[in-house]
C-alpha cells in the first residue's frame, strides 16, 4: 500500500518476490528452533519434558533474536522489538498447545 501511494523510494517497491524469500528463509531458520532442541537432545535424555523445556528454551532465544534483527532493520528500541516479539510467539506457542491438547482429549487419545 505504502507503495501503491508512492511513499517508498522506487528500490523497495519493486522487488515483491526479494521479501518473499527472505520471509521464508526467516520462516525455515526460526520456525526450525523447536525442532533442533529435540534433535540435539535426542543422545543426551530420554525425558520429553526435558526436551520439552528445551523447546521452549531455544524457541524463546529465537525469537529473542528474530526481536533483535526487526529492531535493527526497523531502527526501533532492541528490547521493546524484542520483548513484543518473545511475547507475541509466546501467546502464539500457548494458542497452538492448548488446540492441540484440546482436540487430543476430545479425540480420545492418549500418549
Given amino acids: 500500500m505504502m507503495a501503491q501511494k508512492g511513499m517508498l523510494p522506487?528500490?523497495?517497491s519493486e522487488k515483491?518476490?526479494?521479501n518473499?524469500?527472505?520471509?521464508?528463509?526467516?520462516?525455515?531458520?526460526?520456525?526450525s528452533a523447536p525442532l533442533l532442541s529435540f534433535?540435539?537432545?535426542?543422545p543426551f535424555t530420554e525425558s520429553d519434558t526435558v526436551k520439552f523445556v528445551g523447546a521452549c528454551v531455544l524457541s524463546?532465544?529465537?525469537?529473542?533474536?528474530l526481536g533483535t534483527a526487526k529492531?535493527?532493520?526497523?531502527?526501533?528500541?532492541?528490547?521493546?522489538?524484542m520483548a513484543i516479539t518473545?511475547?507475541?510467539g509466546t501467546a502464539a506457542a500457548a494458542a497452538a498447545y492448548a488446540i492441540g491438547w484440546t482436540l487430543r482429549n476430545i479425540a480420545g487419545l492418549q500418549d
Fill in 20 to 31: 518473499g524469500l527472505v520471509t521464508f528463509v526467516a520462516f525455515l531458520v526460526f520456525g
Fill in 60 to 65: 524463546m532465544l529465537a525469537l529473542a533474536l
Fill in 86 to 88: 518473545v511475547l507475541i
Fill in 39 to 42: 534433535i540435539i537432545l535426542i
Fill in 16 to 18: 515483491p518476490w526479494k
Fill in 71 to 81: 529492531a535493527k532493520i526497523a531502527g526501533q528500541n532492541y528490547v521493546f522489538s
Fill in 10 to 12: 522506487p528500490d523497495k
